[in-house]
């Protein structure tokens, strides 16, 4: 790895992207306001030697949107002694939901009625167990993709004879969850350095209300059980940085979704009317660590 510009103290900073875009321009903004030095390295043309240790210590911000590259990025740069954020353990909770939903259960975090079936066969029992209406989702994905609401069982099992056609063992595993009647919108929280930012509703004419396809966003109210819940389910997961998405239940019950490790919040900070810097608070959380 090319050498990173020297900060204060001997450490540096690296912003790990192989693509460029909103978000992580706001970033270098951040960085250039507060007169930080920083280099961005793109991960496509990235490689490691086994063993070495030739790296300046110093802390990697990981914004890489692979996940592959993602987590076998942060392992390598975590071996040669520099601290990455988020963890390559926290990347890797967060890019599985199975293992979110497990992290999330075990720290007594709320989340909906989920199962895990390591055949599509056994995936129509889980369902059956459920109830109908309910969705399966891949276990690694981003935006929504391929997730499928199954209004019955004649439903499932059409989806599940298509899954079991898929190649490779991972593509037959049945990640089910309840379908959550919400009314209307979902919430979307931004935690950093267990801080929630901000609280944004997403609404949309699908299932899928992310703002980087067409869902509105609006601020929302940052509740004390939102705050709770949020920075509780960062916690869970061990994500520094987190943008946690939440869904409300017909009687107001608040349940976390997910927890992504890679948070886009150029649209989220526009719905606040820039009341909130997420760049600002992400570079000073960063600056934290590095004084630690």
């Given amino acids: ?41 793109d991960t496509r043309r990235q490689w490691f030697v086994a063993g070495g240790r030739g790296l ?26 520099v601290d990455v954020v988020n963890s390559a353990d926290a990347t890797e909770v967060c890019g599985d939901k199975w293992r979110s939903t497990v992290a999330l259960e075990a720290a007594g975090v709320a989340t909906p009625r989920t199962a895990l079936a390591l055949t599509p066969q056994a995936a129509l029992a889980a ?14 994905g981003s935006w929504g ?6 209004a019955d069982r004649a439903a ?36 950093v350095g267990g801080q929630v930012l901000g609280a944004v509703y997403r609404t949309g004419e699908s299932l899928r209300t992310n703002v980087a396809l067409g869902g509105q ?6 509740t004390p059980e939102i705050d709770k819940l949020s920075v509780d389910a960062a916690a ?14 017909r009687d107001g019950r608040l349940l976390v ?22 760049a600002d608070h992400i570079v000073g959380h960063l600056l934290d660590r590095m004084r630690r």
């Fill in 236 to 249: 869970a997961v061990g994500a520094d940085i987190a943008g946690v998405d939440l869904i409300e239940d």
């Fill in 217 to 222: 966003a609006r601020p929302c109210e940052v």
């Fill in 1 to 41: 790895m090319s050498a990173t510009p020297e900060r204060p103290g001997g450490c540096g900073i690296t912003v790990l992207a192989s693509r460029v875009g909103a978000d992580e321009k706001r970033l270098f903004d951040a960085f250039d306001r507060r007169g930080i030095r920083f280099e961005h390295v």
């Fill in 56 to 81: 300046p210590r110093g802390l990697a911000l990981n914004r890489e949107i692979g996940q592959v590259r993602a987590v076998y990025a942060a392992r390598c740069l975590t071996a040669a002694g």
């Fill in 156 to 191: 499932a099992e059409g989806v599940l004879e298509y899954v079991a056609a898929l190649p490779g063992p991972q593509s037959h595993l049945g990640y089910v969850q309840e379908l959550i009647d919400k009314p209307g919108r979902d919430i979307r929280v931004i935690v």
């Fill in 127 to 140: 369902l059956d167990s459920i109830g109908y209406p309910a969705l399966i989702k891949p276990l690694v």
């Fill in 145 to 150: 993709r391929l997730v499928v609401r199954l």
């Fill in 257 to 278: 979704l997910e927890v992504n490790h890679r948070v886009e919040f150029t649209g989220f900070q526009s719905a606040l009317a820039s009341r909130v810097d997420v």
